[in-house]
DNA sequence: ACCTGAACACCGTTCAAGT
DNA sequence: ACCTGAACACCGTTCAAGT
């Protein structure tokens, strides 16, 4: 009888991970604390410390556990339609797990799967005609405007979204109190309310991801673009 | 004797800020309770209740706070020209602060002074030739680049920066372990490890904010840009 | 109108002690 | 090697009670 029954398999980094994962989605950033994780995985808080030094640690786990479901786009195409479809699938990463923006933009561990999705996109770059160094800098751009936007979109707006409010009404009030500014010291906030309140959040990011890849293919002699 | 010394002055939700400020200067944001600002303005901490609704509302002011700071670059020049240096500057106020990016980042407050300084980017930017649509949008790049890319530099290198490890050391030490990983499935960021961990930042942020504005260049005539 | 005391339900982290 | 009990030094927030 090679198997036990009665023990639990031995507690891994593994297992915790995962763990903090199901507490992040049930209670958001927040609510994630060292306890709930340890519940979790049916331990006492004080045990964790034997696998991680800390919650810190246990945050730069989650941002490649995080990390870890990203699937680069095909390899087909111009670098433009590449690099593009990579933004996409970026900010669709960060929007499908809870409060993801928040957790990857503080900090910086340079974890295994991260590593793998530089690695790709550097490779494409410089095939793409980019020298070292823009290939290098393109990445970073990439990074921080896709996280900067998502971070902007997730967040609730002023505590007013926490109640159930929809996306479409916030944008409505927002724009009405737009309007409601003086005119004569805001003329150009009342007379763009609208425009201002846009909420599609697909049609903003898709704006702003073409102005950074415009930018970007500034970069490259005019027939490579 | 029209002032009597032993009162001290009412608390407003000013000093109430300003304390806040201080507190979040001296412990940074992971300091900053409830607790340590009702004791800076010689409180105590149920006190701040009456004056504010939670945290997330101080935390709105203290937001506020950091804007009224702002001050929008002279009007001379192209708007290539201004909306440069409204980067550096936005830049430099959230570097300056200590956690400011991450404050802002968290919340979507249109508090009066963020709504002073979209007044006049809007102004600056239909001026300059944009649309409507575009002018809306292109605040919203900037201010989304320019808080994702100061929230990548200020975040602690993983957990090793805290120490009093040095800018150059730990750009040194990843460049390092850049090389260090396998050639054949890392080729890319072994030999790009020096210029992925080019640490002068502004060096970076000029790359990265040219970008921007090629990008949105773009939109414009050509004989405008 | 403004502030306090006291309490509630939590935190992250340490460390001697258990098995 | 791995986990626990118990403690330490904190949190945000509420609410009856004071002045």
């Known amino acids: 009888m090679p198997e036990n029954d009665d023990t639990t398999p031995?507690?891994?980094?593994?297992?915790?991970?995962?763990?903090?994962?199901?507490?992040?989605?049930?209670?958001?950033?927040?609510?994630?604390?060292?306890?709930?994780?340890?519940?979790?995985?049916?331990?006492?808080?004080?045990?964790?410390?034997?696998h991680v030094r800390n919650k810190q640690e246990l945050l730069d786990l989650l941002t490649d556990a995080v990390m870890a479901s990203a699937e680069p786009p095909p390899r087909e195409g111009g670098w433009r339609e590449q690099f593009h479809a990579y933004c996409w699938r970026y900010r669709r990463l960060l929007l499908?797990?809870?409060?993801?923006?928040?957790?990857?933009?503080?900090?910086?561990?340079?974890?295994?799967?991260?590593?793998?999705?530089?690695?790709?996109?550097?490779?494409?770059?410089?095939?793409?005609?980019?020298?070292?160094?823009?290939?290098?800098m393109a990445t970073y751009l990439l990074g921080a405007f896709v996280q900067g936007f998502v971070l902007q979109e997730q967040s609730p707006i002023s505590a007013a979204e926490v109640l159930g409010t929809s996306r479409r009404d916030i944008a409505?009030?927002?724009?009405?109190?737009?309007?409601?500014?003086?005119?004569?010291?805001?003329?150009?906030?009342?007379?763009?309310?609208?425009?201002?309140?846009?909420?599609?959040?697909?049609?903003?990011?898709?704006?702003?991801?073409q102005r950074v890849l415009d930018g970007l293919a500034t970069l490259l002699p005019a027939e490579q673009r």
């Not at 503080?106 to 991260?114: A, D, F, I, N, T």
């Open 96 to 136: 499908d797990k809870r409060d993801a923006a928040k957790i990857v933009s503080g900090r910086l561990s340079p974890g295994p799967h991260l590593l793998g999705l530089m690695e790709d996109q550097l490779d494409r770059l410089r095939a793409a005609g980019f020298s070292d160094a823009d290939a290098a």
């Open 172 to 209: 409505d009030a927002a724009g009405d109190r737009f309007r409601a500014l003086p005119a004569d010291t805001f003329p150009n906030l009342v007379a763009l309310a609208d425009d201002l309140t846009e909420p599609d959040m697909d049609t903003r990011f898709e704006f702003c991801v």
């Open 10 to 50: 031995p507690l891994t980094r593994d297992a915790l991970t995962q763990a903090a994962l199901r507490v992040l989605e049930r209670d958001g950033l927040d609510g994630l604390s060292m306890r709930k994780v340890a519940a979790e995985v049916g331990v006492k808080a004080a045990s964790l410390y034997w």
